[in-house]
């Protein structure tokens, strides 16, 4: 196993075919706060996992411990968009993205760290053909890591979600950013409280706007 990632709440090691998150001990808390927290999250991102994997593209589950805090996941092979999105249709892509939060947001989930970084895009090898009867590549957007992630209808929630992929666009991929939120948000109008999310998320940019002014 490889470690990828090492982050303040898990260690995340990769193998050819699986994806193991461990949650760490965390020395500054009580060890029985410390140990009901990490099975409380480890809990429930495989259950947000779990219900997501019915609605869009994620990494499948293939074991959740709670005893042990471990949760093993397909390894998707591809590549992530934090890296490689203005080499793709970027604007075809961040519409498949607002389509696909559109739906989680819908069914009550929020991913809580939505970037780029965890964004994978997977090329895969099926074709279709169009009606001029050529041939294209089908490719599907995953999105990974809900450590962060919860259940939640409220419009302010869903609002925050898309201001971080927004702020995620600007910081990483300021040529494209404007254009790549423009298509995220025409995916995202199938959700069922799209102009409230929207009119929120107005409001969520102007705090932000007046903490950065303060």
Not at 63 to 82: P, Q, R, W, Y
Not at 117 to 144: A, D, H, P
Request: hydrophobic share 35%; aromatic share 6%; proline share 1%.
């Amino acid at each position: 196993m490889k470690i990828i990632a090492k982050g303040a709440e898990a260690v995340i090691e990769k193998s050819e075919k699986k994806v193991v998150k461990t949650r760490i001990v965390k020395g500054y808390r009580h060890p029985i706060l410390d140990e009901k927290l990490r099975k409380l999250r480890t809990r429930s991102e495989a259950k947000i996992l779990e219900k997501a994997s019915q609605i869009i593209p994620v990494p499948k589950i293939i074991s959740a411990d709670e005893k042990t805090k471990i949760i093993e996941l397909e390894f998707v092979a591809g590549k992530k968009l934090s890296d490689n999105l203005e080499k793709l249709d970027y604007s075809k892509l961040c519409r498949q993205i607002g389509s696909s939060l559109a739906k989680l947001h819908d069914a009550g989930l929020i991913h809580g760290d939505l970037t780029t970084s965890n964004l994978i895009y997977k090329e895969e090898n099926k074709t279709q053909q169009n009606e001029q009867r050529l041939i294209s590549k089908i490719g599907k957007v995953y999105f990974i890591d809900f450590g962060l992630g919860f259940h939640s209808n409220k419009i302010e929630d869903k609002a925050v979600d898309l201001h971080l992929i927004k702020k995620a666009l600007e910081a990483r991929h300021s040529k494209i950013h404007e254009k790549a939120f423009r298509s995220v948000l025409e995916g995202y109008k199938s959700a069922k409280d799209y102009k409230k999310i929207i009119k929120q998320l107005e409001k969520v940019e102007a705090r932000g706007r007046y903490k950065k002014g303060s």
